[in-house]
């Protein structure tokens, strides 16, 4: 059973949900009246178990009952979310594909010289679903308690502490970044395909 060790103090990950920004024109759409006349897809861009899969699945179920439609949950898992966003911003811009976002889908925009989507550009947020802390836990056979023990064991480990995150430039990743940086940390990221898979050793 793992214990936490401390809390991350304020770093959340941001749920949103995003279409492409062409679906707030009502002439792309040809009865607005009817919509939706057929299934919407909901994408989310990490595996089954993580926070977006769960989270994707419960919304498209209340979001069906609401529209009285029937909502498709589409995994595209890698690159941390980047996949999965690039298909909605290429989607044909009808409002009938939704975008289940986390902070490293704004977060590319900074990581990478020349993203292949820019968020702000090419999407539009329509809500926020929710809020969630990131917390450090460590291994009870760790043996240590607090930051302070962790970073002390991590550093006197040639090879470092290795970390692992749902994807490079995910919140927990860049969590575990600052905790390298700000605590002088010997700390070294692994990127797991989603938050199911991660883990620490």
Do not use: C, W
């Not at 977006?52 to 941390?80: C, F, M, P, Y």
């Not at 002390?152 to 692992?164: D, H, I, T, V």
């Amino acid at each position: 059973m793992k214990r936490p060790a401390a809390s991350l103090a304020p770093v959340a990950v941001l749920l949103f949900a995003l279409v492409p920004t062409a679906m707030a024109q009502p002439a792309k759409i040809a009865r607005p009246g009817d919509f939706p006349d057929r299934p919407l897809r909901l994408v989310a861009g990490f595996p089954p178990g993580g926070v977006s899969d769960t989270l994707a699945r419960i919304i498209g179920v209340q979001l069906g009952e609401h529209k009285n439609q029937r909502i498709v949950v589409d995994a595209r898992l890698g690159a941390g979310g980047m996949l999965a966003m690039e298909l909605t911003a290429n989607a044909t811009p009808d409002g009938y594909t939704i975008y289940l976002a986390q902070p490293g889908a704004v977060i590319s925009r900074l990581s990478s010289n020349k993203p292949s989507v820019d968020p702000l550009v090419a999407l539009a947020p329509v809500g926020m679903l929710g809020t969630s802390p990131t917390v450090l836990v460590v291994n009870p056979s760790l043996s240590v308690s607090n930051i302070k023990e962790l970073i002390a064991y991590a550093n006197s480990r040639p090879e470092g502490l290795f970390f692992g995150s749902s994807g490079t430039g995910t919140g927990n990743h860049l969590s575990g970044e600052l905790l390298h940086v700000a605590g002088n940390a010997r700390l070294v990221h692994v990127a797991y395909k989603g938050a199911s898979a991660n883990t620490m050793r």
